[in-house]
């Protein structure tokens, strides 16, 4: 009986890294096409940083990290950007999510403000990479840099990731600040 339920459970984590990679290939093209209609003077949500801290929140730091690299990379390739830019903040931003991780207390945190806050906190730190490595520096003051690439972005984002947080509230039935 004990057997059957360890089963299971691995059974149970085997599908959600499957449905993790099927989420990355969908958001990965709608972030390429579809996030330029909801653009607001070219500041467009990160909804594969959102999934990103959702698994290393959910399966932990390794998983996270693993899967940070994997849609980083993913994406990379899809959008012709720079190899391994995508990859190495998603990563970094994984770690960072996976010290938050609680086993036993995902849907708490998943589904809570807390969520956003990590999302918030997350993304400010994986713009700030990315684009540190994509942009000249020279052309923007410091300030013009913080408030359109780390905050104006980091907040569009959280905003996004409110539809993930009340997904993971209604279904489970564990609400919690």
């Known amino acids: 009986m004990k057997f059957e339920f360890i089963s299971n459970k691995k059974t149970t984590r085997n ?3 499957i ?5 990355t290939i969908l958001l990965s093209f709608f972030q390429m096409i579809g996030l330029g209609i909801i653009a607001i ?3 467009t949500p990160d909804l594969l940083l959102i999934l990103t801290v959702w698994i290393a929140l959910r399966e ?17 390739l899809i959008s012709l950007d ?15 999510a996976g010290m938050l991780y609680k086993e036993g207390k995902e849907n708490l945190i ?9 999302v918030f906190a997350c993304a400010v730190i994986n713009n700030m990479i990315y ?15 913080i408030l359109k690439y780390a905050l104006a972005f980091s907040f569009y984002t959280t905003v996004f990731a409110i539809f993930p947080m009340l ?3 209604s279904t489970k039935g564990d609400r919690g600040f």
Request: no cysteine.
């Open 60 to 76: 932990g730091r390794f998983v996270g990290m693993l899967s940070g690299f994997f849609i980083g990379y993913f994406f990379d």
């Open 15 to 17: 599908k959600r890294l």
């Open 110 to 118: 998943l589904g809570s403000f807390r969520f956003l806050i990590y």
């Open 131 to 145: 684009f540190t490595l994509r942009i000249k520096l020279v052309d923007f003051t410091f300030q013009a840099f």
């Open 19 to 23: 449905l993790y990679a099927f989420l």
């Open 41 to 43: 003077d070219g500041i």
């Open 82 to 96: 720079t190899p391994g830019t995508n990859a190495l903040a998603k990563v970094i931003v994984a770690f960072i």
């Open 167 to 169: 997904f993971a509230s």
